[in-house]
């Protein structure tokens, strides 16, 4: 019998996570699989008992599909190795789960400000940081490893050369975005945001700051963990005031970078009839 916490470990053999993937994982395992699986063997496992589990992540935890997805995944990735490992002759059919994006959470102006107010006092890095991606869309990742050399600020922009799609960037930056960007631009080759901790390192991908702040409002409190606001929702947020404002779909969805206009479509619903300017119209947030 092969229980699923052997497997996970069996399945760190030979790998090589980083600590906050390594952890991330423990975490699933422990959370999501070890309390699903704990009585089932891994080597009789069916499609049809993993059909169970995903049943179960939707509704007994109420999870969102995207996670839902990410945790097949980790599964998968455990069985395979363990089947590499020849502890397991084969891994059973995994169901495909499609994203939902199509309700899409946002702030208003007012709940961005208290989150920004808030922000001030806890940590001025982490205001900053959120008030620039509330006002150029970018994922938190694009937004702690930009450089000097990203940011042009004669020509009020900044240049993104490695993006989710492969495809080079350029983000128009308005008033509060440039501001941003002159107090914190040094060098071309350094970051713009430095970890405290590491010097020439880049902060760490942790909003922690961020939920700090969100846990001292009432923003999330009544909704299931699927429309919560996460940090992910500052970029929703960025294409729904945009949308609100009057500017056409192909635009915003330009300025996120989505490979197609088809991506942008959940916003579509926002469009006023009237069409007014793009980045200059976003709310003030300062």
Known sequence: MLKVDEAFRASLRYSQYTRNTLKARESICKRYLEEFWQ?????????????????????????????????????????SKCQKLQLLDRVPEFPRIVADSTRTRFLSPDEARLILDLLQEMSPLWHDIVLLTLNTGMRLGEVVSLKGENVDPVNRIIILLKTKNGKKRVIPLNDDALAVCR??????NEYLFESPVKKGMHVHKSSHFFIKALKKTTINQGYSDRHRICFHSLRHTFASWLVQEGVRLEIVSDLLGHSSVVTSQRYAHLAPDAGRAAVAKLPSLT
């Open 39 to 79: 009585n089932s063997d891994m080597m009789s496992i069916t499609a049809e008992q993993v059909q169970s589990f995903v049943n179960w992540l939707f509704k007994e935890k109420k999870l969102a599909s995207s996670y839902v997805r990410h945790i097949l995944e980790v599964f998968h990735v455990i069985l």
């Open 183 to 188: 107090k914190y631009c040094r060098r071309a």
